[in-house]
């Protein structure tokens, strides 16, 4: 019995981990499509331990998007925040939230969020 039982923790530990894993390649590929965009990363913060919660900043210039994912309740928040003075803060202010079951469609969100609302057009 205590031999499937470790073995059992050892697989959730191999699924946590490549959980993490898949998480970092995926905000990597999205910020390569954002690099031609001439968007950079400011902020990221993975917990994988909270069901795979994270929040992403990026943005260009003096405007900057935040994007907060929820993994218990898959919630992807979107704030935005624009300063004339990268010494001083901008408050965030509150844009959107969007329901991705099983966190489904998460980071093709993100990307096309931060296209939109970041546009130079």
Known sequence: MYASMRRSQSDLEMTVDLAAIDHLESVAR?????GNEAIE???HHYHPQAFGSFELVVGRGHERLKFTWDGRDSILSVSFA????????APWIHDADFSLPKGEGVYAEIASQTVDMLSTT
């Open 30 to 34: 999205i910020l390569r499509e954002l």
């Open 82 to 89: 624009s300063s004339l003075n990268k010494n001083r803060p």
């Open 41 to 43: 990363l400011f902020e």
